[in-house]
């Protein structure tokens, strides 16, 4: 993905109708735009979505904009999101609180559409910004998938995320299958043009929102795949080797056949227990040592 080209999304939250119409109008051609009528649905699609930028009424029916954003500011998955308040009401103590909860701005009804949407670019932009500088410090080069460094952040995150959640999470490591041999023979050069096909491999197949792949180091990668049990995690490990064989890679010094292959190791781990970004990476790369040893090209996957 180009790094000046991020798809923005804007949640609008509110539950007058006429007002979600008007910032519709106003923001439209400015990011992808997904409406909430209300503070459940507000925090049911934030987590759904992730979106960038969430433009939250203060006052509603069920849950206030205050309680929302303490929800979305404790949660893993959007704790980054960023959050402008509407409000009817401008005084000084609801400002304080709002920008204390972590909010970053307020736009104040009626609309007025100049400075709203003057505000909204502005946010934008920043968050664009901030998206490109996280992305260059993040970025393995060769690949242009996520690095260690990321991959670190986001398994903290996620086995926060699933602790809470009580739902299967996935961590598998893949090593490409007699890759010095290849290095050897074909090139360096060769080798980093395999590597770039292998990531391209992950990109088909890993599609949902918060499914994360990233280069560990060589030629190892790691993938997560929340909400993902066994049979899912086998399906999608199966789905990763066809996409690398459909690559088609000669590497006629493989004992495995006569293209490039992959092996891996997965870990289902058990929510009931505590568990470390390093203990789940080391199961992960215990059970990829096994597959390895049992011939290659093949996953070998248990629950911790």
């Known amino acids: 993905m180009d790094i000046e080209n991020f798809e923005l999304k804007i949640l609008i939250v509110d539950d007058e109708k006429a007002n979600r119409k008007i910032l519709k109008e106003l923001l ?26 969430m433009l939250l009424d203060v006052v509603m029916p069920d849950r206030s904009g205050f309680e929302v954003i303490e929800v979305i500011k404790n949660d893993p998955v959007t704790k980054g ?34 400075i709203v949407t003057a505000r909204i670019a502005t946010h934008l932009e920043l968050i664009q910004q901030r998206k490109m500088l996280d992305r260059i410090a993040h970025i393995d080069a060769l690949t242009g998938l996520s ?63 918060r499914d994360f792949v ?5 030629e190892e990668f790691t993938i997560i795949l929340p909400d993902c049990n066994e049979q899912g995690a086998k399906l ?27 092996s891996a190791g997965a870990v289902i ?4 227990q505590s568990h470390t970004v390093d203990s789940v990476l080391q199961e992960a790369d215990r059970l990829l040592y096994q597959a390895k040893h049992n011939g290659r090209h093949q996953v070998a996957i248990d629950v911790m």
């Not at 009817?88 to 104040?108: M, P, Q, T, V």
């Not at 990233?214 to 060589?218: E, K, L």
């Not at 199966?238 to 992959?262: P, R, Y």
Request: glycine share 6%; charged share 25%.
């Open 28 to 53: 439209h051609d400015q990011a992808k735009i997904i409406f909430a009528k209300n503070g459940e649905q507000a925090i049911e699609f934030a987590k759904k979505h992730v979106p960038d930028l």
């Open 81 to 114: 999101v960023s959050v402008i308040f509407i409000t009817g009401l401008a005084n000084c103590s609801d400002e304080e609180k709002g920008f204390a909860l972590g909010g970053c701005d307020y736009i104040y009804k009626p609309f007025n559409a100049n």
């Open 147 to 209: 690095n260690r460094r990321k991959l670190d952040i986001t398994l903290k995150h996620e086995l926060a995320a699933h602790k809470r959640e009580h739902k299967p999470l996935t961590v598998a490591m893949l090593d490409v299958d007699y890759f010095k041999q290849y290095n050897d023979n074909y090139g360096h050069g060769a080798g980093d043009i395999a590597l770039k096909k292998v990531a391209a491999s992950f990109r088909e197949v890993l599609n949902r929102p």
């Open 214 to 218: 990233a280069r560990y180091g060589g």
């Open 236 to 262: 999608v490990l199966q789905k990763v080797f066809e996409a690398l064989a459909n690559k088609e890679i000669k590497h006629e010094f493989s004992d495995v056949g006569n293209l490039v292959t992959m």
């Open 269 to 272: 781990v058990n929510c009931e």
